[in-house]
């Protein structure tokens, strides 16, 4: 058990929808990162966040938003969904934002129809 | 841009022997990280082990060793004494620091390893 808390593990909906992921990293650790796993593309970095606040951003879509709240969790908002978004969406944390080392969420299972 | 080459999609070692993963990275930093996560069935991702650029030294964990090239941007993995549950999903991974206040972790494609009984 890695500490990194990712609801929900299953999601499926339809097209036009929109959903949002949520994500609790370790107790300690201020950094959070999103990444998309689909088949086709591997592991793509969505962005980061330290305490708060955007740090790096990657290939991330106009649909996709995500932020950090206070209590550090983060969610990642995806709408206008289409098939194509169907991935596994993981969350990992890490102590810091230069620490090299990232502890990864059981990840979110996104199924869109 | 930062590339992470895994050339091998799938590879399969009887249990008890020894393989090696191979991972190349294409970069122009000269300080950054590199690491080897698995993915087993679970589809949980984990830290199998992490090396320091700066590092001459080959990082171990255990059974699992690396071998660092720094001047071939090269990083193999290599399982000893190979276990059931090392089967699993196997990626390189290059951290690097992005405008002086966020990283970002390039992952390579993953190499497939089965460890046959």
């Known amino acids: 058990d890695s500490g990194v808390t990712q609801t929900p593990k299953h999601l499926i909906t339809a097209t036009g929808q929109r959903v949002t992921l949520r994500c609790s990293p370790r107790?300690?650790?201020?950094?959070v990162y999103w990444y998309q796993q689909s088949l086709d593309q591997g592991l793509q970095f969505l962005i980061q966040y330290y305490n708060g606040e955007e740090r790096a951003k990657g290939n991330i879509l106009e649909r996709f938003s995500a932020q950090q709240f206070p209590d550090l969790h983060s969610e990642l908002n995806l709408s206008s969904l289409e098939l194509g978004d169907s991935a596994l969406y993981f969350c990992?944390?890490?102590?810091?934002?230069?620490?090299?080392?990232?502890?990864f969420g059981e990840g979110s299972r996104l199924t869109v129809l | 841009a930062q590339t992470v080459t895994q050339s091998q999609p799938e590879m399969s070692v009887q249990e008890a022997e020894t393989v090696t993963l191979s991972c190349t990275y294409d970069?122009?930093?000269?300080?950054?990280?590199l690491f080897w996560y698995k993915q087993p069935p679970s589809r949980q991702m984990i830290l199998v082990i992490r090396q320091e650029a700066y590092k001459q030294q080959n990082a171990t964990e255990n059974r699992f060793s690396v071998n660092f090239q720094k001047a071939a941007k090269s990083f193999s993995l290599k399982i000893s004494d190979s276990q059931l549950g090392d089967t699993a999903m196997y990626f390189c991974a290059f951290m690097k620091h992005v405008n002086n206040y966020g990283q970002n972790f390039v992952f390579g494609p993953g190499t497939r390893l089965s460890v046959l009984p």
């Open positions: 107790s300690g650790d201020l950094s």
């Open positions: 970069t122009s930093e000269n300080n950054y990280y």
């Open positions: 990992a944390s890490s102590r810091s934002w230069a620490d090299g080392e990232l502890f």
